[in-house]
């Protein structure tokens, strides 16, 4: 909106003062980063600050899953079958981003994460919906994943 104002206030000006020799720029789309497709785009990840951003651009073509995780976590390991299961049962529909929190605390930060396992639905590059936060057994977990 700022734009079109700034050019319309040019070529008003050009106009009354008489010269031509102004030139009034056409307007510019922005410049974005184009969404991958989604035959490029892994099943299954690990995340790290490294790559972050490319996951962050996955989520503008299919729903990213950003599992808060850790090796010595009882229910994380407890819940890592079943996702790993239905991953492979909704055929890559969505991205299982796996994010260990002892290597990247930078990112559970970012998410203000303060309990694991914790899962995250990603769409276009921001949190959308609800949260999952603990392992309350299979049938919660496929729940959840049925609305992402």
Sequence with gaps: MYRKLAVVTAAVATLLS?????????????????????????AVVDVTDANYDQVMQWSKTKPVVLDFTASWCYWCQKQKPYLQQYNTQDKGAWVWAKVDVDENPGLS????????????????????????????????????????
């Design 109 to 148: 930060q970012k998410y203000n994460v303060r309990g694991i396992p914790a899962l995250l639905n990603i769409r276009n590059g921001r949190e959308a919906g609800s949260r999952l936060v603990g392992f309350d057994g299979p049938s919660s977990l496929r729940n959840w994943l049925n609305r992402l």
């Design 18 to 42: 008489g010269t031509a020799t102004a030139a009034i720029a056409a307007p510019v789309a922005p410049v974005t980063e184009a969404a991958a497709p989604a035959a490029d785009i892994p």
